[in-house]
């Protein structure tokens, strides 16, 4: 399946032909509150919206961003990540028993989508291509994200910085097996021609660069140690106290259409947590 957004993702039609979660909520009549950071919210600001909801929607999203940010930029367990995980812990534990006081038999369900791991160093990969006798920018087009690099250009030329790329001996090409298996569309929109980091190690300067070098990062091989996540299901109507081991970020969707019932459709890919 192929997916690239067009406008939020709660917007119809943000996924072109392919219905997104809300879509689906349209379809069947179901309505949903979506809260998330404006500009310049925090999780505070995203809390105190949620909390004060009477919870009349048959669907509450509430999307936090706080702990990513402080670890980021304080590194793993660090005091000042765990504080923001404590406050995290605790909005969560507010929001929930504030609409549980409206339906006791609320499914909830937690997850985040990604690990991280601590960064132990930083490359400048448009250096190390002029360094080469290459012209980014000007031979062909360069886009370089905090882990990955991509690329666009004429064949011949992409040849040489793919022969370059390969020198480096800190990332690799991503094949076309590895962009069906990372789920990243062949197309010029997503790249000609992908450049994968080595765990551990960010691109600086990128197009997302802070004025410090971050202490923690995700983006990488999605099999690396570390980058694994947690999601959390709690609905006292089918579920007892149990934990489960495999799930994937795929089986989310499949969970919560389960929960509501919905049948799920045929592109929908994953297992409801519910049957495993």
Same mark, same amino acid.
């Given at each position: 399946? !192929?997916? @690239?957004?067009?406008?939020?993702?709660?917007?119809?039609?943000?996924?072109?032909?392919?219905?997104?979660?809300?879509?689906?909520?349209? &379809?069947?009549?179901?309505?949903?509150?979506? $809260?998330?950071?404006?500009?310049?919210?925090?999780?505070?600001?995203?809390?105190?919206?949620?909390? !004060?909801?009477?919870? *009349?929607?048959?669907?509450?999203?509430?999307?936090?961003?706080?702990?990513?940010?402080?670890?980021?930029? $304080?590194?793993?367990?660090?005091?000042?990540?765990?504080?923001?995980?404590?406050?995290?812990?605790? %909005?969560? &534990?507010?929001?929930?028993? !504030?609409?549980? *006081?409206?339906?006791?038999?609320?499914?909830?369900?937690?997850?985040?989508?990604?690990? #991280?791991?601590?960064?132990?160093?930083?490359?400048?990969?448009?250096? +190390?291509?002029?360094?080469?006798?290459?012209?980014? %920018?000007?031979?062909?087009?360069? %886009?370089?994200?905090?882990?990955?690099?991509?690329?666009?250009?004429?064949?011949? =030329?992409? +040849?040489?910085? !793919?022969?370059?790329?390969?020198?480096?001996?800190?990332?690799?090409?991503? @094949?076309?097996? *590895?962009?069906?298996?990372? #789920?990243?569309?062949?197309?010029? @929109?997503?790249?000609?021609?992908? %450049?994968?980091?080595?765990?551990?190690?960010?691109?600086?300067?990128? $197009?997302?660069?802070? &004025?410090?070098?971050?202490? +923690? #990062?995700?983006?990488?091989?999605?099999?690396?140690?570390?980058?694994?996540?947690? +999601?959390?299901?709690?609905?006292?109507?089918?579920?007892?106290?149990?934990?489960?081991?495999?799930?994937?970020?795929?089986?989310?969707?499949?969970?919560?259409?389960?929960?509501?019932? =919905? &049948?799920?459709? @045929?592109?929908?890919?994953?297992?409801?947590?519910? #049957?495993?």
């Amino acid at each position: 399946m !192929r997916l @690239s957004l067009r406008g939020n993702l709660y917007e119809p039609g943000s996924f072109g032909n392919t219905k997104s979660f809300f879509d689906i909520l349209r &379809e069947r009549g179901l309505s949903f509150d979506y $809260f998330d950071h404006g500009v310049f919210d925090s999780d505070l600001d995203v809390f105190k919206r949620a909390v !004060r909801t009477e919870h *009349e929607k048959d669907v509450n999203i509430v999307r936090l961003l706080d702990l990513d940010t402080a670890s980021h930029r $304080f590194g793993l367990g660090t005091k000042s990540a765990l504080q923001v995980l404590k406050r995290t812990d605790n %909005f969560v &534990e507010r929001i929930v028993s !504030r609409w549980r *006081e409206r339906d006791p038999e609320l499914a909830v369900l937690c997850f985040a989508d990604h690990g #991280m791991i601590p960064v132990k160093g930083s490359v400048d990969v448009a250096r +190390a291509l002029m360094d080469a006798g290459l012209r980014p %920018f000007e031979d062909f087009g360069m %886009f370089l994200d905090s882990t990955m690099a991509r690329f666009w250009g004429k064949e011949a =030329i992409l +040849a040489n910085v !793919r022969k370059a790329l390969e020198g480096l001996g800190y990332g690799k090409i991503l @094949s076309d097996k *590895e962009r069906e298996q990372f #789920m990243i569309p062949y197309s010029d @929109s997503w790249g000609q021609l992908i %450049f994968l980091l080595q765990p551990g190690l960010v691109i600086r300067p990128s $197009f997302f660069d802070t &004025e410090t070098q971050p202490k +923690a #990062m995700h983006g990488y091989d999605p099999a690396t140690p570390g980058l694994e996540t947690i +999601a959390v299901l709690h609905w006292s109507k089918r579920l007892d106290g149990r934990s489960l081991s495999g799930a994937e970020m795929v089986d989310i969707l499949p969970t919560m259409l389960d929960v509501l019932g =919905i &049948e799920r459709p @045929s592109y929908c890919q994953g297992t409801s947590l519910l #049957m495993i």
